[in-house]
Structure formats: C-alpha cells, structure tokens
C-alpha cells in the first residue's frame, strides 16, 4: 500500500490562500489516482477533488469548482491543492487518498484505500 503524509494547512484570513501537499511513499505514485476530502466537526467526509493517475483528468466538488486547482507531480510522488478565495465554510479538515488502478470519477470516500492523517485548514470570516 502507499503511505500518505499531508501538509500545508493552517490559518487563514477570508479571500486568503493556502496549498496543501501530500506526500506519498511505499508503492508506484503514478498507478494511483489521488482525491483530497475535508471534514468539518459534525459533519461527514466530503469529496473536494481528484485527479487521475496522468493528471490529465481532474474533477471537482461545486463547491470549491473554480477556487481550488488539484495537481501533481509524479516525479515527486506528491499531489497538491492549491485554495484560493478561501470562505469560512471552507474549515475542515483536509485528506488526501489513494486509490489503486481508480479513474478518479468516483467522490465516494470509501473507494480509496489509503489515507493520510489530515491537515487543518481553518478559514476566519
């Protein structure tokens, strides 16, 4: 299995940025694709986006559609999401996932198999 460490979280003023990371080791990067969910206290865990193993194909939640861009560097085994405009709503916190062979269409979380241990992203109005 591939082993997933996030980054980049932290606090950020409305309208603000920030760029998440996840780093992967343990198994061939570019055989998976790779998704980013958030969860906020209370709530379920949530699809943001995905990307496909070439990175050619990205999908988005309407939500963030237009503020967040997903990407990824095989080279460096690590996926991004890069948040502009963030809004208080946007505070969760962040995952990235891994799942083998996958296409990257689904936003059903149970479809990854592996999880990295989450950042905070927290977003003040």
């Known amino acids: 299995q591939v082993q997933l460490v996030e980054s980049g979280g932290g606090l950020v003023q409305a309208g603000g940025s920030l760029r998440l990371s996840c780093a992967a080791s343990?198994?061939?990067?570019?055989?998976?694709?790779m998704g980013w969910f958030r969860q906020a206290p209370g709530k379920e865990r949530e699809f943001v986006a995905a990307?496909?193993?070439?990175?050619?194909?990205?999908y988005y939640a309407d939500s963030v559609k237009g503020r967040f861009t997903i990407s990824r560097d095989n080279a460096k085994n690590t996926v991004y999401l890069q948040m502009n405009s963030l809004k208080p709503e946007d505070t969760a916190v962040y995952y990235c996932a891994a799942d083998l062979y996958g296409d990257a269409r689904t936003v059903v979380p149970g479809t990854y198999e592996n999880w990295g241990q989450g950042t905070q992203v927290t977003v003040s109005s």
């Open positions: 343990g198994r061939t990067f570019s055989n998976y694709a």
């Open positions: 990307i496909s193993w070439s990175g050619a194909r990205t």
